[in-house]
C-alpha cells in the first residue's frame, strides 16, 4: 500500500471509522448503488483532502483512508476497500480507549465480507476458479492469475476543462429531466443499469455538490496564507489560488491555475491516477495566458511543477502518467507549446513520478524533441517516447478502430494502451508464459509445488517432434489465455453491478447520455488486456528445446528434464550446453525466428478471445514492471539455462546478460516483433551518459524508430553508478532506474532486484 | 567457405564503436602483436593463439573445471580447512576444455579463428548502421580493424576488403608491421588510425619492446602515398605526458603535414584487470592510476599551440 506524501498523516483511523458508519447507514437506507457510492463520496471528501504545502500552488493532497473508496489499488484498493493488514497493526500498536478499540474491531469484522474484492474474488464462477485458482502470485507458483482491480481510467479533461462543472451539470441535468419525463421510468422506475435511470443522474449531480465541497474547502486555508505568508510572492499566489478555487465552482475554467486546479480535485474525486495528455487540456489556457501578460513563463512553470509534484504524492509508482505530444490533440499548436514548459518541469522536478510520455510523429517539433531528449541525458529516465508513426497504424489493426480512434491512444500505467475517455481496458490478469512451458515439459506437473497446475497433456518424452512438442505448450498456454479472458468479463461484470464509478462515467465518451455506470453498459468500448511475462525466457528455452534434444540429439528428453528437476547440481555441462544455445537478442534468426513465432501465438490466440467472450477486445500487453522478478522465485530451472527462482527476461529485453553481441544486433532482433496485435510491448535501453552524449548515439535511435520501433524506455546510467549504490545507497539515494513500468529509487529496492538490474548490459 | 581463405584468430568484435573512427563502427579486434607496449590495454591480443581467461571474481569454487582439465591445470587446493580453486598456468596449454565445464563465465577463451567470409556473416549484422552518421553529418561508419596488430594478417584483410568494396574500412595500427603488410592494403584500406608513443627510439624499445624506426618508415609511406591518415597518441602518465613528447609530435606531425587531426587515447587501467585474467604479470613502471582529465587537457592544449592541428581527446 501507498505511503502518500502529506507533511503531517491522521494519527488514528477516525476517519476509518467515519466511513464505516456512513456505509452501514447507506446500505441500510438505500439499495441503488449510485446512492452508496454518493453517501460514501460524501463520507470520504472532504475529509481525505489534506493542507496545502509550502512548496505548492495548488490545492490538494490527500491520504488516502485504510479503508474507503477506490477504483484501483494504488489508492487504497478497488471499490468499497479495507488494507487488513494495516488496521490490524493500529488495532495491536496504537493508542486509544477502549471505544476506540472497540472500533477498530469492528472494522476488521464489518469489512471482511464485504469488501468489494472479496465479495468479488468469493463468486468468481467455478470453471474460471478451476483453471485459475489464486490470485496469490507474490507467494505461490502460478502459470496464471486474476487481478483484481479496474485500472487505468482516462477521463475526459478536456472536457472539463471546456465546459466546467457548470457544463457537465446542465448536461447532466437534462439528461435528468428527460429521464424523468420517460414515461417507462414513471410507469415502472428502471433497474440500475437498464434503460435510463434518474437516480443515477440525481447522484451524478450529488457528487458534483461534493467536488463544489472540495473546491471550497480550501478557500480559507488559502486565503489565511494569502494574509499570513512571508512573502509577497507566496501571498500572491494563495490569493491567486483562493480566487481561482472560487471560480471553478460555478464557471469554466478561464486561466491555467483554474483549470489545473479543477482537474487535480476531481481526479482524486474518481480517485485516479492517469492524467492524460495534459497539453492538449492545459495547452489553451496556457497560451492565453502567456500572450495576455497574466503569467509569465516562470510562473506556469512553477505551476506544471506544482501539479507534477502532488501526482509524485500519491507515490504510485507504476502509475501516474501525464502524456504529451502526438497525433489527435484538438490544438496542436497551442499544446506543442505547452510541451516546452511540461518537459522543462519534468527535467526539474526530480521525483519518481509522473511517468511523463512523449508521443511523438514526424513533424514533432525540434525543440520538443530537444528538451525531451536534454531530459533523458540528464538521467531521468523521461521522457518514455512511443512512435505515433508505428503505433497509430498498428493500433488499428491491433483494436480494429479507425484512423482518428488510434489517433487518441494512452498507455496508461506500466503501458498498456487504451483510448482517451473512449475505451477501459484494464489488465486483469497475468500469464506466466515460462511457468507453463515448465508444466508443459511434465505433463502439466509443476514441480515446485509437486502438483498439476494445469490439465494432463504429453510431456516433453512423449513427443515425437519439435513440432508436436510445441502444440502441447500452446495447448496449456490457450487454457490459460481462455479462462482470463472469461474472467475479465466476469470482474467487469461483477464490479459494474456494485460500483457505478460516477465520477469517471461522467467523463467518458457517451456515458451520460446512457445513465449507465462505466462497467454497467456506460463504457462504448470495454475492451481487456493481459499480462504476459517470461515470453523472452521461454523462447531461449524453446530454442534449447528444439536444438539440444531434436535437432542435434545432444539431450534426451529425460536428460533435460532431469537436469532441470535438479537445477542442474551436478548437471552443469548440461547446463553450459543450454546456455550456449543462441539467445533472443543477437540478431540469431534461429531463436529470433522461435519468438516471433511464440509472440505471434500468444497475441493472435489472446486477440480471439474479445469476440468469444463479448468484449470489444481483448489483448495482451508486454509490459514490464518487478514481475519477472517475483513470478520468476516461483520457477524452477529452464532450458535456457536460467537456475530455479532467479528472475526471467524484463518485458521484450533480451534476456539478462545474453545479448552478446551488442546495442546493434539487440535493435535488429526487436524490431522484428509486429506491433499491430497487442496492446503495449515495452523496450529497454540504458545507456552510460557518455554514450548517450555522443550524437552517433541519437542516430541509432532515430534509425531504430524509422524501422519500425514502437516504442522506448531509456536510462542514462552508469554501470558503476549502481555498483556504488550498492555499496554506499546512503550517497544514491536520488538515483532513479526504470523497470520498465516502474521508477524506483534504486537504493529502496530488493537486494535481487537491484542486482538484476545492474546485470543487465548498460552500453 | 574456400580452401585457400586467409584465417584469422579474432579476439572481439565490437559492435556500435564511437570511437574508432568516423561515423557508426564496427571494430574487429586481431590478435597477435610484436611489440609488448607495457600500458596495453589488450594483453589478451600479444599472441597469435588463443588463450585461456580466467576471472577469479566470478568463480564460485564448484571445482566443474578440475574434473574437466585433462593437463592439471585447474586444480583443487587445500587451504587451511577448505578446497578452493586455482590454476596453474604452467600446466596449462590453453586447449579451453575447462570453458565447457563453466556456467558462471569465469573461464573464458579469447580467440576463435575466422576466415574473411565467416566474420563477413558476423558483421552483415551491422551494415545498415554503418550508413547512419553519413547522413547527419557524423562521417561514414564502417569497419575498423584493431587489435593486436591487424597488419599481421595482410591477406586476411586484403580478401575481407575484396568482398565488400563499398564499406569503408579503417585499421588501426601500432605501425609496427612489415612494410609488404601496409602494401598489400594500401587500396583496400580507407583510414589510417596510426599510433605515435614515443619519439626517441631507444625509449621505445624499453617501454615497447622494440625501437620506432620501423614504424616511422611506415608512416613516411603512408603518408607518401597521400593515404588518409590520424595520428593516434596514447597518454601514458609518467612515460610520454611530458612537454618534450609534445614538441615531439609536433614535428612529425609538421613532417607529415598531409595528417589534418591527432587523436590523444588518455591512459585507462581496464588492461590491468586483463592481465590478472591471462595470468601475466604486472609491468612494473605501469601506472595504477587512469590519466587525470584535466592533465589530458592541458597536454592536448600544449600540442596544439605546438602543431595546429586538429586535437581531439578520446
Given at each position: 500500500m501507498n505511503r502518500w506524501k502529506v507533511k503531517n498523516p491522521r494519527k488514528d483511523l477516525s476517519f476509518e471509522i467515519a466511513f464505516t458508519k456512513a456505509f452501514r447507514e447507506a446500505k441500510r437506507n438505500h439499495s441503488h448503488p449510485a446512492r452508496i457510492e454518493l453517501e460514501c463520496l460524501k463520507a470520504q471528501y472532504p475529509a481525505i483532502l489534506m493542507p496545502i504545502e509550502d512548496e505548492d500552488v495548488l490545492a490538494g493532497r490527500i491520504q488516502f483512508g485504510l479503508i474507503g473508496y477506490g477504483i484501483?489499488?494504488?489508492?487504497?484498493?478497488?471499490?468499497?476497500?479495507?488494507?487488513?493488514?494495516?488496521?490490524?497493526?493500529?488495532?495491536?500498536?496504537?493508542?486509544?480507549?477502549?471505544?476506540?478499540?472497540?472500533?477498530?474491531?469492528?472494522?476488521?469484522?464489518?469489512?471482511?465480507?464485504?469488501?468489494?474484492?472479496?465479495?468479488?474474488?468469493?463468486?468468481?464462477?467455478?470453471?474460471?476458479?478451476?483453471?485459475?485458482?489464486?490470485?496469490?502470485?507474490?507467494?505461490?507458483?502460478?502459470?496464471?492469475?486474476?487481478?483484481?482491480?479496474?485500472?487505468?481510467?482516462?477521463?475526459?479533461?478536456?472536457?472539463?476543462?471546456?465546459?466546467?462543472?457548470?457544463?457537465?451539470?446542465?448536461?447532466?441535468?437534462?439528461?435528468?429531466?428527460?429521464?424523468?419525463?420517460?414515461?417507462?421510468?414513471?410507469?415502472?422506475?428502471?433497474?440500475?443499469?437498464?434503460?435510463?435511470?434518474?437516480?443515477?443522474?440525481?447522484?451524478?449531480?450529488?457528487?458534483?455538490?461534493?467536488?463544489?465541497?472540495?473546491?471550497?474547502?480550501?478557500?480559507?486555508?488559502?486565503?489565511?496564507?494569502?494574509?499570513?505568508?512571508?512573502?509577497?510572492?507566496?501571498?500572491?499566489?494563495?490569493?491567486?489560488?483562493?480566487?481561482?478555487?472560487?471560480?471553478?465552482?460555478?464557471?469554466?475554467?478561464?486561466?491555467?491555475?483554474?483549470?489545473?486546479?479543477?482537474?487535480?480535485?476531481?481526479?482524486?474525486?474518481?480517485?485516479?491516477?492517469?492524467?492524460?495528455?495534459?497539453?492538449?487540456?492545459?495547452?489553451?489556457?496556457?497560451?492565453?495566458?502567456?500572450?495576455?501578460?497574466?503569467?509569465?513563463?516562470?510562473?506556469?512553470?512553477?505551476?506544471?511543477?506544482?501539479?507534477?509534484?502532488?501526482?509524485?504524492?500519491?507515490?504510485?509508482?507504476?502509475?501516474?502518467?501525464?502524456?504529451?505530444?502526438?497525433?489527435?490533440?484538438?490544438?496542436?499548436?497551442?499544446?506543442?507549446?505547452?510541451?516546452?514548459?511540461?518537459?522543462?518541469?519534468?527535467?526539474?522536478?526530480?521525483?519518481?513520478?509522473?511517468?511523463?510520455?512523449?508521443?511523438?510523429?514526424?513533424?514533432?517539433?525540434?525543440?520538443?524533441?530537444?528538451?525531451?531528449?536534454?531530459?533523458?541525458?540528464?538521467?531521468?529516465?523521461?521522457?518514455?517516447?512511443?512512435?505515433?508513426?508505428?503505433?497509430?497504424?498498428?493500433?488499428?489493426?491491433?483494436?480494429?478502430?479507425?484512423?482518428?480512434?488510434?489517433?487518441?491512444?494512452?498507455?496508461?500505467?506500466?503501458?498498456?494502451?487504451?483510448?482517451?475517455?473512449?475505451?477501459?481496458?484494464?489488465?486483469?490478469?497475468?500469464?506466466?508464459?515460462?511457468?507453463?512451458?515448465?508444466?508443459?515439459?511434465?505433463?502439466?506437473?509443476?514441480?515446485?509445488?509437486?502438483?498439476?497446475?494445469?490439465?494432463?497433456?504429453?510431456?516433453?518424452?512423449?513427443?515425437?517432434?519439435?513440432?508436436?512438442?510445441?502444440?502441447?505448450?500452446?495447448?496449456?498456454?490457450?487454457?490459460?489465455?481462455?479462462?482470463?479472458?472469461?474472467?475479465?468479463?466476469?470482474?467487469?461484470?461483477?464490479?459494474?453491478?456494485?460500483?457505478?464509478?460516477?465520477?469517471?462515467?461522467?467523463?467518458?465518451?457517451?456515458?451520460?447520455?446512457?445513465?449507465?455506470?462505466?462497467f454497467a453498459g456506460g463504457c462504448e468500448y470495454l475492451a481487456g488486456t493481459v499480462e504476459l511475462y517470461g515470453n523472452v525466457d521461454a523462447a531461449n528455452s524453446l530454442a534449447a528445446i528444439k536444438k539440444l534434444v531434436f535437432e542435434d540429439k545432444k539431450l534426451t528428453p529425460d536428460q533435460l528434464v532431469t537436469a532441470l528437476d535438479n537445477n542442474f547440481v551436478g548437471y552443469e555441462k548440461e547446463r553450459k550446453m543450454m546456455m550456449d544455445v543462441p539467445k533472443y537478442g543477437n540478431d540469431e534468426a534461429y531463436v529470433d525466428d522461435i519468438m516471433a513465432d511464440l509472440h505471434n501465438y500468444l497475441c493472435e490466440t489472446i486477440k480471439e478471445q474479445g469476440p468469444k467472450v463479448g468484449l470489444k477486445s481483448y489483448l495482451c500487453v508486454n509490459i514490464n514492471n518487478a514481475q519477472n522478478t517475483t513470478l520468476g522465485r516461483w520457477v524452477g530451472a529452464t532450458p535456457d539455462g536460467r537456475k530455479a527462482g532467479t528472475p526471467m527476461s524484463n518485458a521484450n529485453s533480451p534476456a539478462s546478460g545474453t545479448d552478446k553481441r551488442g546495442l546493434t544486433a539487440m535493435l535488429n532482433s526487436i524490431v522484428k516483433l509486429s506491433h499491430d496485435n497487442h496492446a503495449g510491448m515495452v523496450q529497454n535501453m540504458r545507456f552510460t551518459k557518455d554514450t548517450w552524449d555522443n550524437p552517433k548515439t541519437r542516430l541509432l535511435i532515430e534509425d531504430y524508430f524509422s524501422r519500425g520501433g514502437a516504442h522506448a524506455m531509456i536510462t542514462v546510467v552508469g554501470k558503476q553508478d549502481l555498483a556504488n549504490a550498492m555499496e554506499r545507497p546512503e550517497e544514491y539515494r536520488d538515483l532513479i532506474v526504470r523497470i520498465g513500468g516502474l521508477s524506483a529509487r534504486y537504493v529502496l529496492l530488493k537486494k535481487d532486484v537491484q542486482q538484476e538490474i545492474y546485470n543487465r548490459v548498460s552500453y | 567457405m574456400s580452401a585457400t581463405e586467409a584465417k584469422a584468430w579474432i579476439f572481439d568484435i565490437q559492435s556500435f564503436s564511437l570511437k574508432d573512427g568516423p561515423g557508426i563502427r564496427t571494430t574487429v579486434f586481431f590478435k597477435g602483436c610484436a611489440l609488448r607496449c607495457q600500458w596495453c590495454h589488450n594483453p589478451e591480443s600479444h599472441v597469435a593463439k588463443p588463450q585461456l581467461l580466467y576471472r577469479a571474481n566470478l568463480c564460485v569454487g564448484c571445482m566443474r573445471c578440475v574434473d574437466a582439465c585433462r593437463h592439471g591445470a585447474q586444480q583443487k587446493v587445500l587451504v587451511g580447512s577448505a578446497f578452493v580453486h586455482v590454476l596453474d598456468r604452467e600446466k596449462c596449454v590453453d586447449c579451453g576444455e575447462c570453458v565447457e565445464s563453466c556456467c558462471y563465465g569465469a573461464l573464458e577463451m579469447a580467440g576463435q579463428e575466422y576466415t574473411p567470409s565467416t566474420l563477413m556473416e558476423e558483421i552483415k549484422k551491422d551494415l545498415r548502421y554503418f550508413s547512419l552518421g553519413e547522413k547527419a553529418g557524423e562521417g561514414r561508419g564502417g569497419l575498423t580493424f584493431s587489435g593486436g596488430e591487424p597488419l599481421l594478417y595482410p591477406d586476411f584483410i586484403a580478401e575481407f576488403c575484396a568482398l565488400a568494396p563499398e564499406i569503408h574500412t579503417a585499421v588501426e595500427t601500432s605501425g609496427f608491421a612489415d612494410r609488404k603488410a601496409f602494401e598489400k592494403v594500401l587500396d583496400s584500406i580507407d583510414l589510417f588510425l596510426f599510433d605515435f608513443k614515443i619519439a626517441d627510439s631507444k625509449e621505445h624499445e624499453a617501454w615497447c619492446g622494440a625501437g620506432n624506426s620501423l614504424i616511422v618508415s611506415n608512416l613516411d609511406f603512408l603518408h607518401e602515398r597521400g593515404k588518409e591518415i590520424v595520428l593516434r597518441l596514447p597518454l601514458i602518465p609518467g612515460v610520454n605526458d611530458t612537454e618534450r613528447h609534445a614538441r615531439a609530435v609536433a614535428q612529425i606531425l609538421e613532417r607529415h603535414p598531409g595528417i589534418k587531426r591527432a587523436e590523444i587515447l588518455p591512459y585507462h587501467t581496464y588492461g590491468l584487470g586483463k592481465q590478472e585474467e591471462l595470468g601475466m604479470p604486472p609491468y612494473p613502471g605501469v601506472p595504477t592510476q587512469a590519466a587525470i582529465p584535466s592533465h589530458v587537457q592541458a597536454w592536448a592544449e600544449e600540442l596544439r599551440r605546438l602543431a595546429g592541428t586538429e586535437v581531439a581527446c578520446l
Open positions: 484501483q489499488g494504488q489508492t487504497g484498493g478497488t471499490g468499497y476497500y479495507i488494507d487488513e493488514p494495516r488496521v490490524t497493526e493500529a488495532l495491536e500498536f496504537q493508542a486509544g480507549n477502549a471505544k476506540y478499540r472497540e472500533d477498530l474491531h469492528d472494522l476488521l469484522t464489518f469489512w471482511k465480507a464485504r469488501n468489494t474484492y472479496e465479495i468479488v474474488f468469493r463468486n468468481t464462477p467455478e470453471d474460471i476458479r478451476a483453471v485459475i485458482p489464486t490470485e496469490q502470485w507474490k507467494t505461490q507458483p502460478v502459470p496464471a492469475s486474476p487481478i483484481i482491480r479496474m485500472a487505468g481510467a482516462y477521463i475526459d479533461f478536456d472536457k472539463l476543462v471546456r465546459i466546467g462543472i457548470p457544463g457537465l451539470e446542465k448536461e447532466i441535468r437534462d439528461e435528468l429531466e428527460a429521464a424523468r419525463a420517460a414515461p417507462s421510468a414513471r410507469a415502472a422506475p428502471a433497474a440500475p443499469g437498464e434503460g435510463k435511470d434518474p437516480v443515477i443522474y440525481e447522484c451524478m449531480l450529488g457528487s458534483l455538490e461534493v467536488l463544489k465541497d472540495c473546491c471550497r474547502h480550501y478557500i480559507p486555508e488559502a486565503q489565511e496564507k494569502a494574509r499570513t505568508a512571508a512573502s509577497e510572492g507566496r501571498r500572491k499566489e494563495m490569493a491567486d489560488l483562493a480566487e481561482a478555487l472560487g471560480k471553478i465552482v460555478d464557471h469554466a475554467p478561464t486561466t491555467m491555475l483554474e483549470g489545473l486546479q479543477l482537474c487535480w480535485l476531481y481526479a482524486m474525486m474518481c480517485p485516479l491516477i492517469e492524467f492524460g495528455r495534459l497539453d492538449e487540456y492545459i495547452g489553451d489556457l496556457y497560451v492565453r495566458d502567456l500572450d495576455s501578460g497574466k503569467i509569465g513563463e516562470a510562473q506556469a512553470l512553477k505551476m506544471v511543477q506544482s501539479y507534477f509534484r502532488l501526482i509524485d504524492s500519491l507515490d504510485c509508482e507504476t502509475d501516474g502518467r501525464v502524456i504529451v505530444g502526438g497525433y489527435g490533440r484538438r490544438n496542436p499548436e497551442n499544446a506543442d507549446r505547452f510541451c516546452l514548459v511540461a518537459c522543462e518541469a519534468c527535467r526539474t522536478v526530480r521525483e519518481i513520478l509522473p511517468q511523463f510520455t512523449l508521443r511523438f510523429t514526424s513533424s514533432t517539433p525540434k525543440a520538443v524533441w530537444e528538451s525531451a531528449m536534454r531530459c533523458i541525458g540528464e538521467g531521468r529516465t523521461f521522457p518514455l517516447l512511443y512512435n505515433d508513426e508505428v503505433l497509430v497504424p498498428g493500433l488499428m489493426k491491433a483494436f480494429d478502430v479507425d484512423r482518428a480512434r488510434a489517433e487518441t491512444y494512452m498507455p496508461l500505467g506500466c503501458g498498456e494502451i487504451e483510448f482517451d475517455h473512449y475505451s477501459f481496458g484494464s489488465p486483469n490478469g497475468s500469464i506466466g508464459t515460462l511457468k507453463i512451458l515448465e508444466l508443459a515439459l511434465r505433463c502439466g506437473l509443476d514441480p515446485v509445488s509437486d502438483r498439476y497446475l494445469s490439465f494432463k497433456t504429453k510431456g516433453l518424452g512423449d513427443c515425437a517432434t519439435y513440432e508436436e512438442f510445441v502444440e502441447v505448450y500452446k495447448s496449456h498456454l490457450r487454457r490459460f489465455i481462455e479462462a482470463q479472458a472469461k474472467y475479465e468479463v466476469y470482474l467487469y461484470d461483477a464490479i459494474g453491478k456494485i460500483h457505478p464509478f460516477m465520477m469517471v462515467t461522467m467523463l467518458y465518451d457517451g456515458a451520460i447520455q446512457k445513465g449507465k455506470g462505466i | -
